[in-house]
């Protein structure tokens, strides 16, 4: 069975940190390309961090220096460490993987996890 399970949301202080994880089973993300996507409250939703099979990592100009994404290919999970967190990182963070072949195409999502930074 495919399915992404994410884990390490909550509520944190100002200027705090949490760590994201998103752990895959059903497929391998060391080839596909993983995202960190958020949805604000009457806000779109934004890719804030993306992580190629090769390993090349981007950032939103929003996150840049206080998020890194990350991935352990034996544990099959992709992380999202969050720093310096301000109350306008408040969202529901969702993990997507992503692959596309000569004939298919796979997306796969994660279920979704609040943070809350407020004090």
């Known amino acids: 069975q495919v399915q992404l399970v994410e884990s390490g949301g909550g509520l944190v202080q100002p200027g705090g940190s949490l760590t994201r994880s998103c752990a895959a089973s059903?497929?391998?993300?060391?080839?596909?390309?993983m995202r960190w996507y958020r949805q604000a409250p009457w806000k779109q939703s934004e890719l804030v961090a993306a992580i190629t099979g090769g390993g090349t990592i981007n950032y939103s100009d929003s996150v840049k220096g206080r998020l890194t994404i990350s991935r352990d290919n034996p544990k099959n999970t992709v992380y999202l460490q969050m720093n310096s967190l301000r109350p306008d990182d408040t969202a529901v963070y969702y993990c997507k993987g992503s692959r596309t072949t000569t004939f298919k195409e796979y997306e796969f999502w994660g279920q979704g996890t609040q943070v809350t930074v407020s004090s």
């Open positions: 059903g497929f391998f993300v060391s080839i596909y390309t």
